[in-house]
C-alpha cells in the first residue's frame, strides 16, 4: 500500500510543481505529491488499479506540463531497456 520514489537531481531541476494527477476512466484517481526529493501517493493506485505485487515492475512516466503521471505495469525485460 506503500510506495515512494525519488529522482536524481538533474530530473528534480525540471520539475516546478509538488504534485501530479493519476487519472483513472478519465477523472483523478489521486495525486502523487512531492515532499523533498520523494514523491508518493502512487500506492493506492498501484494496488488498487494495477494490482501489483512484489516483484512487479512498473513504469512511471511523469508529464511536466500537465501535471500528470501514468503508471503502468511492465516487462523485467522492458525495465533493463
Do not use: P, R
Amino acid at each position: 500500500q506503500s510506495f515512494v520514489f525519488s529522482l536524481s537531481d538533474e530530473y528534480q531541476e525540471l520539475i516546478n510543481n509538488d504534485h501530479f494527477n493519476i487519472l483513472y476512466n478519465k477523472k483523478i484517481y489521486t495525486k502523487i505529491s512531492k515532499s523533498s526529493s520523494f514523491f508518493y501517493g502512487l500506492g493506492k493506485y498501484l494496488k488498487n488499479i494495477l494490482h501489483c505485487e512484489i516483484g512487479d515492475y512498473i513504469s512511471i512516466e511523469l508529464d511536466l506540463l500537465q501535471h500528470e503521471a501514468k503508471a503502468q505495469i511492465i516487462t523485467e525485460e522492458s525495465f533493463y531497456e
